[in-house]
């Protein structure tokens, strides 16, 4: 699988004009993902799949997916519709990052159902299922479960192209969920787990993938990149939960480590704040030495 770059990107409302900016400053340099987080009961943040709409518009190559998109608070139904227009909309530039919501608080605090353990992992593989039943126009929708029930309904309309659904988990049992069912891991940033235990996760993965006869070299993995892009050489192996911050040659470097020791080949990059120009070091920088590495130049 050839490697792919982007960025992550928060919707704050009062910052609106600086996310389309860096979502165009990934689209003119060749990045091939932007993420747009979603924490919805963040007061500061705008409506996550509004600003993924108005990004899609303004962009004419990337491709945009939630980082990942509330559960709880985005009924899997209507996850589905939204993801499947959105394709149609851009000629197939969307992708499907999902999770239980980090926050279970802000979850309830926004009337949303408190979940946790085997009924939050319920709830991920239900939506799965309908969301993927409901991509198939012309066949009707039913899926009964223990969280969401869907029955009834005709599938429609289907996507421009198949649809990645990437889960954002990190727990034992979400992880064999991702090799055993979903497209792809969107890992969780360092300070969640730590750098050191992202190969084992990945490991896991692949082993609950071949239990079910899938390849696990068909499950995108995406690994979190926070930190700056710098002039010069200044914590070039991160860590725990550090941030990377480090010559463009230092960020290729640990790019080609974590593709080749860890099994990652989606990187995405968490710039400070909203700085186009660290979005266009990592584009032009970073990126071409990675790829030299990876043998994708």
């Given at each position: 699988m050839k490697a792919r770059f982007g960025i992550s990107i928060p919707p704050v409302a009062a910052a609106l004009p600086d996310v389309i900016d860096m979502a165009l400053a990934a689209d003119a340099d060749g990045l091939d993902l932007v993420a747009i987080q979603d924490h919805p009961y963040n007061a500061q943040f705008a409506d996550t799949f509004a600003v993924i709409g108005a990004c899609l518009a303004a962009t004419g190559r990337v491709s945009l997916y939630p980082g990942v998109a509330n559960l709880p608070l985005r009924t899997p139904a209507m996850i589905a519709k939204q993801a499947a227009t959105f394709d149609v909309l851009s000629g197939g530039r969307f992708e499907l990052g999902?999770?239980?919501?980090?926050?279970?608080?802000?979850?309830?605090?926004?009337?949303?159902?408190?979940?946790?353990?085997?009924?939050?992992?319920?709830?991920?593989?239900?939506?799965?299922?309908?969301?993927?039943?409901?991509?198939?126009?012309?066949?009707?929708?039913?899926v009964v479960g223990t969280e969401y029930t869907v029955q009834g309904i005709e599938g429609g309309p289907a996507p421009a192209h198949p649809i990645g659904i990437w889960l954002g988990a990190m727990g034992p049992h979400a992880l064999d969920l991702i090799g055993s069912a979903a497209d792809g891991w969107v890992?969780?940033?360092?300070?969640?787990?730590?750098?050191?235990?992202?190969?084992?996760?990945?490991?896991?993965?692949?082993?609950?993938?071949?239990?079910?006869?899938?390849?696990p070299r068909t499950i995108t993995r995406l690994a979190a990149l926070p930190g700056v892009v710098s002039d010069r050489p200044l914590h070039p192996n991160p860590r725990g939960s550090d941030p990377?911050?480090?010559?463009?040659?230092?960020?290729?470097?640990?790019?080609?480590?974590?593709?080749?020791?860890?099994?990652?080949?989606?990187?995405?990059?968490?710039?400070p704040g909203f700085d186009v120009d660290q979005v266009q070091r990592f584009a032009r920088q970073v990126v071409p030495l990675a790829r030299k590495l990876l043998g994708d130049s």
């Open positions: 999902l999770g239980t919501g980090a926050f279970e608080s802000g979850v309830v605090g926004m009337g949303g159902p408190a979940r946790k353990g085997r009924a939050a992992l319920m709830a991920l593989a239900e939506a799965i299922a309908i969301i993927r039943a409901q991509w198939r126009p012309g066949q009707l929708v039913s890992a969780p940033l360092p300070n969640w787990m730590p750098w050191e235990q992202w190969a084992d996760a990945n490991v896991r993965i692949d082993a609950a993938a071949r239990s079910v006869g899938r390849d990377i911050h480090g010559s463009p040659q230092e960020w290729a470097d640990l790019i080609a480590r974590l593709a080749y020791e860890a099994g990652f080949d989606t990187f995405i990059y968490w710039p």
